[in-house]
Nanobody, 116 residues
Framework: QVQLVESGGGLVQAGGSLRLSCAAS????????MGWYRQAAGKQREWVAT???????NYADSVKGRFTISNDNAKNMLYLQMETLKPEDTAVYYC??????????WGQGTQVTVSS
């Protein structure tokens, strides 16, 4: 099992920045990739960014150029640096680790609120 705990959310003004962190613990091996997802009130959860075990990154068009995903394997940490935040970025942000074809692990989420 893998346990994930997000932190770093909060209230920020439009144009501001936040850094989300995801701390992983448990049986962390053979992880295929890690990612960030978000869910705004009344909407479905959507993909934000992913990073593979090989270090390749991908971003949703809505955040490309503003968000940066990174990880620190030595510390079992995943990060999401968010710049130039917009009110439409307001959501609960979740981290996810997965082993392809085997299991997905989710954190409990952290709220990000961007005021206009």
């Amino acid at each position: 099992q893998v346990q994930l705990v997000e932190s770093g959310g909060g209230l920020v003004q439009a144009g501001g920045s936040l850094r989300l962190s995801c701390a992983a613990s448990g049986t962390i091996f053979s992880i295929s990739g890690m990612g960030w997802y978000r869910q705004a009130a009344g909407k479905q959860r959507e993909w934000v960014a992913t990073i593979t075990s090989g270090g390749s990154t991908n971003y949703a068009d809505s955040v490309k150029g503003r968000f940066t995903i990174s990880n620190d394997n030595a510390k079992n940490m995943l990060y999401l640096q968010m710049e130039t935040l917009k009110p439409e970025d307001t959501a609960v942000y979740y981290c996810k680790f997965w082993r392809t074809g085997r299991a997905d692990y989710w954190g409990q989420g952290t709220q990000v609120t961007v005021s206009s």
